[in-house]
């Protein structure tokens, strides 16, 4: 049988943060259309864990990474093999006012967010080029482009996250490299369950149009888009998944 443009087999393709949530949801579902995968985080037994399950429809490999430190990114590019796709997805956030902000939290946050992001690409850059292209999917937010209390130093990166797509779009077009982003909004995750079970949780909810939460399979359409071929002439694209968060009214 004739395989589909959302086909990846014969692809690699690295997700960082893998070792839970976004990430480790992503491994499972690029493997599930034929990917070999390589999960990267600084939890190693976390990743053994989702490499497990990972392992169900193909290969993978989990290799340690830590984004905000220049020779754990180096030693990953060393020991990762070819990368045709890479799923920017680390990331963390320090919630609080902005008037008590701690000049840490806003470094730690902007490190991995945003910096941390950049020169992994970077780094994985030139072999995509060499190869003949490859595909870059950054994890931004709906936070990048609509604002949100307490949490100036996330909305700020994830802000940055979505021009340092399209300023690495235009760059690297020319070699053969896309490089989109996925902006989620409210998704239903192990972390934040308990939350959406109190009153702020579920005010929260009947504020998005579609009046319910993001599932991990909601993303499944635009991170197998982005990582396939069926996108090959989409580059510098920031693809909301929110339900209709961001149209809403005022």
């Not at 949530?21 to 579902?29: D, E, I, N, S, V």
């Not at 994890?139 to 996250?161: E, F, M, T």
Request: charged letters at 20%; hydrophobic letters at 45%.
């Amino acid at each position: 049988m004739k395989e589909t443009l959302l086909g990846l087999s014969g692809k690699r393709a690295l997700v960082t943060g893998a070792s839970s949530g976004l990430g480790a949801h992503f491994a499972r579902r690029l493997a599930a259309h034929g990917a070999e995968v390589v999960l990267a985080a600084r939890r190693i037994d976390a990743l053994q864990s989702v490499a497990k399950q990972v392992e169900q429809y193909g290969r993978a490999h989990c290799v340690a990474l830590d984004v905000n430190d220049a020779a754990s990114r180096a030693a990953l590019v060393e020991n990762a093999g070819p990368v045709d796709i890479l799923v920017n997805n680390a990331g963390l956030v320090r919630e609080g006012p902005a008037l008590t902000h701690a000049e840490a939290d806003w470094d730690m946050v902007m490190d991995t967010n945003l910096k941390g992001m950049f020169f992994l690409a970077q780094a994985l850059a030139p072999g995509m080029r060499a190869r003949g292209g490859g595909s870059i999917i950054n994890v931004a937010s709906i936070l990048g482009l609509r604002q949100a209390g307490g949490v100036v130093s996330y909305a700020v990166s994830k802000a940055g996250v979505v021009q340092l797509t399209k300023t690495l779009a235009l760059e690297w077009a020319r070699h053969g490299i896309r490089v989109n982003a996925i902006a989620p909004g409210y998704i239903d995750t192990e972390l934040n369950r308990d939350f959406w079970q109190t009153d702020a949780g579920k005010a929260l909810i009947q504020r998005i149009p579609q009046r319910r939460l993001g599932q991990l399979e909601d993303l499944d359409g635009p991170l197998l888009l982005l990582a396939s071929d069926a996108s090959r002439y989409m580059t510098g694209a920031v693809l909301a998944v929110d339900g209709g968060h961001l149209v809403n009214t005022l």
